[in-house]
């Protein structure tokens, strides 16, 4: 008798981040305690400086096994793009119109506990001069921590530096900035480690 083998979608992702890492050399590098903080969680991407990002960026939830859940620009959730950055997490925004996107990431982590929700805090791959702290509102009202996800090019690990709470906010960002202080994105010069 035939058996026909069915991979799960959540099985497919972790291969698919497999292969990618592998042929480009990449490492996933996070502690299983770490990963299973971070579930629930509101995790920064950083540094991001490169359109690569998203790609390692997804990649390491999908090896992690994490639920991923992330902002996009409408136009890519939009019908002619088959659902595909649906499928990969992505939650599409209207950035013209005021969306009370603290809000509804709030309610979205307090709805469904098995999602991670990650916000790239520069907002942007061009340099900044400080950081969007819309993550740390988002954790504060939400109620939940805040996890460091990274991806340095130099040494080409991706994963979680540490998840910490959300606590009074000078004191969760100089510990946040502390802890990316030695990570390298893949262009250094549109990096900036300050927060505020």
């Keep these: 008798m035939a058996y026909l083998w069915i991979l ?14 592998f042929v480009t050399g990449w490492k996933l590098v996070a502690t299983k305690e770490d990963i299973q903080a971070a579930q629930n969680s509101v995790m920064i991407a950083a540094p991001h400086t490169s359109n690569y990002d998203l790609v390692y960026a997804v990649g390491t939830f999908w090896l992690m096994r994490l639920p991923l859940k992330f902002f996009i620009k409408d136009f890519y959730t939009r019908w002619y793009f088959f659902g ?3 499928w990969m997490g992505a939650i599409g925004v209207n950035r013209s119109k ?22 790239p805090a520069e907002g942007t791959r061009k ?8 993550f740390y509102q ?15 090019y130099e040494k080409k690990h991706a994963g979680i530096l ?3 709470p959300c606590r009074e906010e ?10 990316y202080k030695d990570v390298h994105g893949k262009y250094p010069e549109l990096y900036n480690t300050k927060i505020f």
């Design 8 to 21: 799960e979608p959540t099985d497919m992702k972790y291969l698919i981040a497999r292969f990618v890492f």
């Design 84 to 86: 595909f950055f649906k």
């Design 98 to 119: 005021r969306n009370h996107l603290v809000e509804h990431a709030a309610q979205l982590l307090q709805s469904d506990k098995n999602i991670t929700l990650m916000v």
């Design 127 to 134: 340099r900044v001069d400080k950081w969007k702290t819309g």
């Design 138 to 152: 988002i954790a504060k009202k939400a109620g939940t921590p805040i996890s460091l996800g990274y991806l340095d």
């Design 162 to 164: 540490k998840v910490i």
């Design 170 to 179: 000078l004191h969760t960002f100089s510990e946040i900035e502390q802890a």
